[in-house]
């Protein structure tokens, strides 16, 4: 699929332009999907469909293998706490229609099925997988040596 130029730098906002401009494409904060977030805090999906913590890079990597045009800018989401905290930093982009106004993809109409289908894809990631399957037997071994600490107590 051949990908369009995009502008880097953002313009100022101007009435006149169509749906294939940058700045009339949606975008996709960390926080909105963020299982770790409250509503209050930003995040905009069902709790049991949410993420935890995911990064503006799997958000991005995710939609570019669903075939949608992705654009990154390095900004920082206004309910950050800590604006300086790299974590946080990223603010994905995403074309949604073509300049006449019809859906690029069927399958994503609006910003909320978009969203939903980072919360069902992210956990999935293989970097996701290897990393959980560390942090589990991390917690399991963990436990095994608080019990056995126990053991010799009585």
Not at 58 to 82: S, T
Not at 109 to 127: A, F
Request: charged content about 30%; aromatic content about 6%; hydrophobic content about 30%.
């Amino acid at each position: 699929m051949a990908q369009t130029t995009v502008p880097q730098q953002a313009r100022p906002w101007n009435p006149n332009f169509t749906y294939a401009d940058r700045e009339r494409w949606i975008c996709i904060y960390p926080a909105y999907i963020n299982s770790r977030r409250t509503v209050k805090e930003g995040r905009r999906i069902p709790k049991e469909k949410a993420v935890d913590n995911p990064s503006y890079t799997e958000i991005r990597d995710v939609c570019a293998a669903a075939g949608m045009i992705v654009g990154v800018e390095n900004k920082v989401y206004a309910r950050e706490l800590d604006h300086r905290d790299l974590k946080v930093r990223g603010r994905i982009r995403i074309q949604l229609k073509r300049e006449d106004g019809s859906l690029l993809m069927e399958q994503f109409p609006d910003r909320q099925s978009v969203l939903l289908y980072l919360g069902e894809t992210i956990p999935k990631l293989k970097s996701r997988a290897q990393s959980q399957s560390a942090q589990q037997s991390a917690s399991q071994q963990a436990q095994s040596a608080k019990s056995q600490k126990k053991k010799g107590r009585r």
